[in-house]
């Protein structure tokens, strides 16, 4: 039963840990293209910040 339990334990940190990492490694990746993005938009200022295509 104890042993039960600590692999459980050890399942669960390591599936949390996993979970940490993959929010972080969203959360840059998700501000590397807001900054894309808004740095679009400055060159091309258009209503809502989308980039206007000129033909």
């Known amino acids: 039963m104890v ?4 692999i459980l334990i050890a399942m669960a940190a390591t599936i949390g840990s996993a979970g940490v ?3 972080i490694s969203e959360k840059q990746a998700a501000q590397e293209r807001r ?3 808004f740095g679009s938009s400055r060159e091309y200022p ?3 910040g989308q980039m206007k295509v000129e033909w």
């Open 3 to 6: 042993r039960a339990k600590l």
């Open 21 to 23: 990492w993959f929010i």
């Open 35 to 37: 900054a894309t993005f």
């Open 46 to 48: 258009t209503l809502g």
